[in-house]
Structure formats: structure tokens, C-alpha cells
């Protein structure tokens, strides 16, 4: 784990933690349990694409794509404004709208990326 949890209302639930397997699997459970099947059909994919293409690409595609959901996940308030901006988008009738939703999804992706330990290096 590379940060110490806050106990402020708006701090993270959980450490961000290294990106391994297991640990990631230990983050989804805590904070997105609903999410284990989905983690799990990842893995596997992943496993095999790098089996059968003998590089190790898939596996670190999937340890940066579950990384940067548990970076997300671990804030419940950005979470729910995740989870908020994505109905706006797909309700949105005009192109402000849209385009305003999607640039504020991109500034919590942003943030995300740079939370998440780098792969393999």
C-alpha cells in the first residue's frame, strides 16, 4: 500500500495498493464487491491473451485499467460525481452538455492515472 488512509469524510476508504493481483482483488472486495465477477473475467482474459501472444502486455493493460478503478472507487464522492457525470452524458441533448460532462469525466480519469502506481517499473 502506498498511502495511509485519512479519516477525513472526504478521504479515501482504503489505501491505494500496489498493483498486483491479489492486491487489487483485496481492494475490489473492500470497495466494490458487485465488482469481483467482472475483476475476476479480467483476469482470466487477460491470463490467457498472454499466454497465447506470449507477452506480458495484457496483464499489465489489466493491472493499470483495475488500478485506476480502485484510485476512483476508494473516494466515494468522486465515484458518485463518476457515476453522476456518466447519466448526464448519456442524457445529454445538446453538445455543452456533453462536452462539459465528458471533460469533467476526463479530470477524474486524469487524476486516477496519476494515483496509479506505474506497471512494471
Known sequence: MTEQSSSAQDGPLIPMPVLTPSALRAA????????????????????EQAARNGTISPLRTFLQWWGEFVAIQRYPARAARLRELEVVAEEATNREALGSALAEMRQIMDAAHRETPAVGR
Not at 475490489?28 to 491470463?47: K, M, Q, S, T
Open 28 to 47: 475490489v472486495a473492500r470497495i466494490a464487491p458487485g465488482e469481483l465477477p467482472a475483476f475476476v473475467e479480467h483476469l482470466d482474459r487477460a491470463v
